[in-house]
């Protein structure tokens, strides 16, 4: 059974820092795009930032450009998500997946995270 499990969200203020883990059981984690995904209420999810297989290639959505660092440890089956200059616009719920399109990052994944909470105080 595949499991991808989210942890490190929370409560920040804005221009803080938050680290998003998502640690995987049940697949074969180095054969697996990952990324990173969100959504606020009422709208729709969309791609933060995705990553290849072996982490040497990624794409960031141009809203978190330069503030968000997506990475992965394949020896720990572990994928993150930094962020940085966090917004009161970045609070959503983030959602980690496995098997994305890394170039485009779409909403489109094998297996997704159950999401945690990321809420930016202003």
């Known amino acids: 059974q595949v499991q991808l499990v989210e942890s490190g969200g929370g409560l920040v203020q804005a221009g803080g820092s938050l680290r998003l883990s998502c640690t995987a059981s049940?697949?074969?984690?180095?054969?697996?795009?990952m990324g990173w995904f969100r959504q606020a209420p009422g709208k729709e999810r969309e791609g933060v930032s995705c990553?290849?297989?072996?982490?040497?290639?990624?794409y960031y959505a141009d809203s978190v450009k330069g503030r968000f660092t997506i990475s992965r440890d394949n020896a720990k089956n572990t994928l993150y998500l930094q962020m940085n200059s966090l917004k009161p616009e970045d609070t959503a719920m983030y959602y980690c997946?496995?098997?994305?399109?890394?170039?485009?990052?779409?909403?489109?994944?094998?297996?997704w995270g159950r999401g945690i909470q990321v809420t930016v105080s202003s």
């Open positions: 997946a496995a098997g994305p399109n890394f170039r485009v990052c779409s909403s489109v994944a094998n297996y």
């Open positions: 049940g697949l074969t984690f180095d054969h697996y795009n």
């Open positions: 990553i290849n297989w072996s982490g040497g290639s990624t």
